[in-house]
């Protein structure tokens, strides 16, 4: 049986700045262990711990424990009740109570204060599913990505190499440890190269900004497009960085620059999804063209491009429309029509309509995504709907109850008519066109 | 407690429509004592994070959540208000 090592790293290297305390691999290593002794052998586990350290010692003992972690959308109770239905055996861990779950939740606080050292480090099976990854559909059904130890080990090497962040760095990031990209590089990237995470998960700009200052030096932020853009907006004085890694959502070029300008920093975007996790880099200020990582393939089919890696489970079709510039560069040319990311949320803009169309009362209508204003707010789905007895108001309502929040349209607005072509068929052209008249009429 | 928006209740409520493009709410049906965030609003985090930037052009003061006191802020739209007032007098 093939294994490989938890971490590569050393027991006295630093892995993580937990508020004050400086924790080493060691250390981390023998929370993990001790949380493992306190959940069954092998079972999987629902990792609901928000704070960066309590659910990268989760991650850890869960792996080590011979288990997997379940990572949901969401901590909805109907999220987590499904979970514990579906998967045999599948325990809580949580740092903080859960509202309305009656199962029970195994608290990791105490292996979190432990002070011992663990003298080795175990080694996990390589085919042994670490984890699977839930990715919330527009409805809330979810997709389900399974990762073997061994594809969250190899990515991580592959990730290092290719993001390269500075020997030592500190990194802070603003997204949550629980989705793919928070996970490949504030949780994992620790654990495999000579970087230290900080637990720290700021919101605004002013706690970004204290949080940085508070690391020594070289600094990596880890972010999105939505953070970053706010990070520039505010007009406040940015922190020297080395490096900025932006994902989850296209970053303008402009917006890229202007980073780079404010912080001193190399800004690296990187392209991937749940299923591949990290796949392309570019330095969005200077190229257009991603730099695929060596050790994909994407090889162009009918109906999409589909990215093939020896790390990972099986081929993945891609989400995006690809433009090869070479073998291995590429230019994106944007999302196969329906489908859509919202705040990293995927979904399907047929079946949002689909949602639409069921409300009692609603005649016609269609939930869309305007076009793409660089610089402005972060990105919504706008609704045109024909309802002559409902107001906007009733509409929202009813959506509200059947979709997730990320997707709700707006502007919503009620029209007499949409703009079909005789087929029927609504042209995305003459969709936008219309749109836009009836901008300038509510504007 | 009023549901009468105050004159600077008023204001932060119009940011909040104009900052948000809120097109179908008014700054007047803002309820000062309503739920902001994550009620019948619609309102969102990523709302919190636009408002936050609007809230440092038009205030020249930054938003910050790292204590129990100033998430509290984000309740609804007094206590916004009374935050970034209070941080106004601060600076």
New interface residues.
């Given amino acids: 049986m093939t294994t490989l090592p938890l971490t590569t790293r050393s027991l006295d290297e630093l892995v993580m700045l937990h508020g004050g305390e400086p924790v080493s691999v060691g250390r981390f290593v023998a929370r993990a262990e001790a949380l493992a002794g306190q959940l069954p052998p092998g079972a999987p586990v629902i990792n609901l711990c928000q704070d960066r350290h309590a659910f990268s010692v989760t991650f850890a003992a869960a792996v080590v424990a011979g288990g997997s972690n379940l990572l949901p959308a969401n901590r909805l109770k109907a999220t987590v009740d499904e979970l514990v239905d579906s998967f045999a055996g599948a325990v809580v861990v949580a740092d903080c109570p859960l509202e309305g779950f009656a199962g029970t939740v195994i608290d990791p606080s105490e292996a979190l204060d432990s002070r011992e050292q663990a003298q080795r480090i175990s080694r996990i099976p390589a085919d042994q599913r670490a984890a699977v990854v839930f990715t919330s559909g527009s409805t809330g059904r979810a997709s389900r990505i399974e990762k073997p130890w061994r594809t969250l080990h190899d990515s991580s090497l592959l990730n290092l190499a290719q993001l390269d962040p500075p020997q030592g760095a500190r990194v802070l990031a603003t997204v949550p440890p629980q989705h793919m990209w928070g996970l490949e590089t504030s949780v994992l990237m620790p654990w495999f190269g000579a970087v230290t995470v900080s637990s720290a998960h700021p919101f605004f700009v002013a706690d970004i900004c204290r949080q940085l200052e508070e690391l020594e030096q070289p600094r990596v932020l880890v972010s999105t497009p939505v953070h970053l853009r706010a990070l520039v907006e505010s007009g406040i004085e940015l922190p020297d960085v080395e490096r900025i890694y932006s994902a989850t959502a296209p970053l303008s070029r402009s917006l890229a620059r202007r980073l780079e300008r404010l912080s001193g920093a190399v800004v690296t975007e990187i392209y991937g999804c749940s299923e591949t996790g990290c796949l392309a880099r570019r330095q969005t200020a200077r190229v257009a063209d991603w730099q695929l990582f060596e050790a994909f393939e994407l090889t162009p089919e009918a109906d999409g491009t589909v990215a093939r890696a020896a790390h990972l489970p099986g081929p993945v079709r891609l989400m995006d429309h690809l433009e090869f510039r070479t073998r291995d560069s590429f230019r994106l040319l944007g999302r196969q029509s329906d489908l859509v990311n919202i705040a990293g949320k995927r979904g399907s803009l047929a079946e949002l309509t689909g949602v639409l169309l069921d409300i009692p009362g609603v005649l016609d209508g269609v939930i869309f995504q305007p076009p793409e204003d660089e610089d402005g707010p972060a990105r919504r789905l706008a609704a045109l709907v024909v309802a002559p007895n409902l107001e906007p108001a009733d509409i929202r309502r009813a959506l509200g109850r059947r979709i997730d929040a990320a997707f709700m349209p707006r502007p919503l607005r009620l029209v007499e008519k949409l703009p079909r072509a005789e087929t029927g068929k609504l042209p995305r052209r003459s969709l936008l066109q219309f749109f836009a008249r009836t901008c300038r009429q509510a504007g | 407690m009023s549901t009468q928006q105050s004159p600077q209740e008023h204001e932060l409520a119009e940011l909040i429509v104009s900052?948000?493009?809120?097109?179908?709410l008014s700054p007047e049906e803002i309820e000062p004592d309503k739920q902001l965030f994550g009620g019948e609003y619609?309102l969102?985090?990523?709302d919190?994070?636009?408002l936050?930037?609007a809230i440092?052009?038009q205030y020249g003061v930054?938003?910050?959540?790292?204590d129990e006191r100033n998430r509290h802020a984000f309740a609804n739209l007094r206590s916004l208000n009374e935050h970034v007032q209070s941080l106004r007098e601060q600076g």
């Fill in positions: 900052s948000l493009n809120l097109e179908d619609g969102d985090s990523i919190a994070l636009e936050a930037v440092s052009k930054q938003l910050k959540a790292d």
